[in-house]
């Protein structure tokens, strides 16, 4: 019996592009139902997973199963219970919100007419549309058009909902009604949110994974990940030239500027030196910890610190 007969199983699933790009390395996760976040930098290989589980592209090696059903061997299957947000899709700038999700609800294959009216009306509503339904789409928000793909994402109510990097470029309050929306399908079937904003995560997600270079380098809860921290993050102001000597002495994961020096947070088990004050772990510094070496499976050297 599958550990979460509901939800989506990823064994050793890697990819290498004809570029000579090793996008995926060995890729195993196991996500149940809910809000799931994959964390990680620009080209970390977020989007190439994404693409994969929504059946765009074959893995080199490995396997997927939604359920009972194989992503790779399955394709037709698997689309017909898949919603995908990619991180940048078009709409027909002249048609409106009604015009062109009745059209894609038909490309769906939900043909009988009543059945298309019930179905995208209850959308619209769902993503706070419906009072704009008439508008063109080319007046739309950012915010407005990423609900409008969400809409299109849960035509046939998928059972695997996938959403690559979907708060880039909102406003607070758009990202805010957006995120509440996710959260929402997420109580009723399996929600993948690719980002690189830790926010995002730590305000919707019951679990996440961390990836960079193509390899997993944490797989937790948030705020069980967060404890694990507690007692082992230091921070210390300093000026920017003195960075390059603390680099030296210290495992530095994040530096920021603050007041016009740089703050910087150090992991160690024990008071690094004078200075430093211990400072309470939060996802952040979670995602650096993984980024630099400091955590995961798949450790590394330490790198040079993040944001100097």
Request: with cysteine; glycine share 10%; hydrophobic share 45%.
């Given at each position: 019996?599958?550990?979460?007969?509901?939800?989506?199983?990823i064994r050793n699933v890697s990819k290498r592009y004809a570029n000579g790009v090793q996008a995926l390395h060995d890729v195993s996760l196991d996500i149940p139902p809910g809000m799931y976040g994959l964390l990680g930098p620009n080209g970390a290989g977020k989007s190439t997973l994404m693409r994969t589980l929504a059946t765009l592209q074959e893995p080199?090696?490995?396997?997927?199963?939604?359920?009972?059903?194989?992503?790779?061997?399955?394709?037709?299957?698997v689309r017909q219970t898949l919603g995908y947000l990619p991180q940048e899709f078009g709409v027909y700038p002249k048609a409106s919100a009604e015009e062109l999700l009745d059209y894609f609800a038909v490309l769906k294959g939900i043909t009988d007419r009543a059945t298309r009216k019930a179905?995208?009306?209850a959308l619209l509503r769902q993503t706070n549309l419906w009072d704009k339904r008439k508008q063109q789409l080319g007046g739309y928000s950012g915010g407005m058009k990423?609900?409008?793909?969400?809409?299109?994402?849960?035509?046939?109510?998928?059972?695997?909902?996938i959403v690559d990097e979907p708060t880039a470029g909102l406003d607070p309050a758009e990202r805010v009604r957006f995120l509440n929306l996710l959260s929402e399908v997420g109580e009723t079937g399996v929600v993948i949110l690719s980002t690189h904003l830790v926010a995002d995560v730590a305000e919707l997600c019951t679990r996440?994974?961390?990836?960079d270079r193509g390899r997993i380098?944490?797989?937790?809860?948030?705020?069980?990940?967060v404890a694990a921290l507690h007692g082992r993050i230091w921070r210390r102001l300093t000026d920017k030239p003195a960075l390059p000597a603390l680099a030296q002495q210290h495992r530095i994961i994040s530096a920021k500027r603050l007041s016009g020096?740089?703050?910087?947070?150090v992991y160690s088990e024990a008071l690094p030196g004078p200075g430093f004050e211990p400072v309470e772990p939060d996802l952040e510094d979670v995602y650096f910890s993984a980024l630099?070496?400091?955590?995961?499976?798949?450790?590394?050297?330490?790198?040079?610190?993040?944001?100097?």
């Open positions: 019996m599958e550990k979460y007969p509901s939800g989506l199983t080199d090696t490995g396997q997927l199963r939604l359920g009972h059903l194989d992503v790779v061997h399955q394709k037709e299957a179905a995208t009306e990423q609900r409008f793909g969400v809409a299109v994402a849960l035509l046939g109510t998928p059972r695997l909902l996440m994974a961390i990836i380098l944490l797989e937790a809860r948030p705020l069980e990940a020096r740089t703050l910087v947070h630099t070496g400091c955590l995961g499976a798949a450790r590394q050297q330490p790198k040079a610190a993040v944001g100097l």
